[in-house]
DNA sequence: ACAAAAGTGTTCGTCTTACACCCATGC
DNA sequence: GCATGGGTGTAAGACGAACACTTTTGT
């Protein structure tokens, strides 16, 4: 087969997030390892989004709404089969697990067990005296501050939207399984599992840019039911973003944003008092092009 | 020429931004119209960032320093001569423009006249009824709302981070020039100069992004010589944002955030009196992912 | 002396954070 | 009745906007 010269392939890859059972969730399709929907572009795509919505759609039977853009992977070590060149074109999607088959959404905090801050951080505790050993190797100055940043050592803040610089630099210091032949000191339940190529920076891309947004777009509710109680909006947030935010002020901002108005129902579901029904006011994404749902620090 | 099936030729943009005499410029390649240095990927590029410093340093000499991904295009109606798809990958990158051809510096305003309200906003005003007259054709709802909002009429406030929006209002009201034989209402002054394929909106997607990223991030100082006046920031900062700022809340920030540090020397050249010399505290890039230059509001 | 730009101190108001407390339901 | 989550009021404090004013140079 005569390689064309500088011929590529270019490939569509999705990230699609919903939140299900506590847990902010990708959509994976079958087979080992776990992968993303993806495929090629193809001339019959009028464009790239269309084309990405035909793929989901095909693969997991998921019609998509929310879409956005991530980013255009290119790098030439990136060649699976030393053949063409490939470009992968990644988008960012955003979606209600409905009707849909459970098994293929797989946990973020599955995927990556340290971004979950809303427990003890068991995750990072484990992964620190790697880091620090990593850090000690060369290079040391540099690596120090990048551990002490992304991991909030030493007492520094943890910045949810750090989730690709954190996989960076798990993936420099080797700590995270990248083939199927990897043998690494830690186990799976720390490190998280293998997946296709890339495909596990995709999602932390996607992870990071989500928790980004949810701080100055309005983006949450493409993630909830029409009509939803400001508990599970705050519970779906928590878990974007993987730390608890203080509940009055989270109330507050959404409220004095005028990003919901009250149905008139009210829901009686996880015990405790019946609490009034919301729906998101669509409009705002018209009034306003800025403000979204900023995060209270702490609980 | 057979045309293979599904294939695709992939196209790297630049858009270089420097700040020089007032105003924000992109850097141009020679010819009519106007276009962003820009070419194929190759096989022999490492990456596609190597690929696009080559080619930048290829057909202006200039050598990059910071460079970030933009956005990737590729609608199947951007088909130019009806032969293979072409994808863009667009970069943004910052430089200070020093021993290359100013010719080829072109402003921002004059490409994009209406984003400059440091003056009167004269070409917003002249804008403006033609946007109404638009809106009120059809859709007019949706029409009136998106103008609202991303040209600030009755009364709200101006968000220089719209510069893609409004490009696209105005490019569906008709109002901007897409093509060598186009005749519209309104002349460049107003409207900005025509320029290759879609790369005026590549520029407006630029604009866009530096001007939010500006917001939170210490990215003004990539566009600074080594040594620098905190008015000269300020007037930096004011450029591209395309706004005035409150001098004494910029300079708290500046200092608060210890972005800066004085370097001993002053300097005396604009007339009145003389101003400390501060160089950008590069550290702080390690020392913090967050925070960045906020903009206060008006003068 | 005066223009022009650098640089400082202080007030005012809003938005953030935090604490304390009451309410309505199921078991 | 008490556990559980829903829902509210208000005070302390951080931060941004704005104003007024002083300092140091060139002409």
Known sequence: MAKRHDAVRTELVAVVVAVAEGAPRVLTTSGYPLQLPAGPLRDSHRSMQAGLRAWVEDQTGLRLGYVEQLYTFADRDRARDGSERMISVSYLALAWPTDVDVERWVSWYDLFPWEDQRGYGAAVATLVPHLR??????????????CRVTFALDGRDWL????????????????????PDWRGVLGPEVTGPWMLHDHRRIVATGIGRLRAKIQYRPVVFELMPPEFTLGQLQACVEAIAGQHVHK????????????????????????????????????????????????????
């Open 133 to 146: 050993a990593w850090a000690g190797e060369e290079d040391t100055e540099r690596r120090e501050v990048r």
């Open 160 to 179: 949810p939207e750090l989730a690709l610089q954190r996989y960076e630099v798990l993936y420099e210091a080797g700590l995270v399984r990248e083939s």
């Open 248 to 299: 009055q002020n989270f109330r507050r901002i959404v409220e004095q944003q005028r990003l919901v108005e009250e149905t008139g129902g009210t829901s009686s579901e996880t015990g405790g008092r019946p609490a009034r029904l919301f729906r998101f006011r669509r409009e705002i994404l018209d009034e306003r092009a800025a403000g979204g749902t900023k995060l209270p620090r702490s609980r």
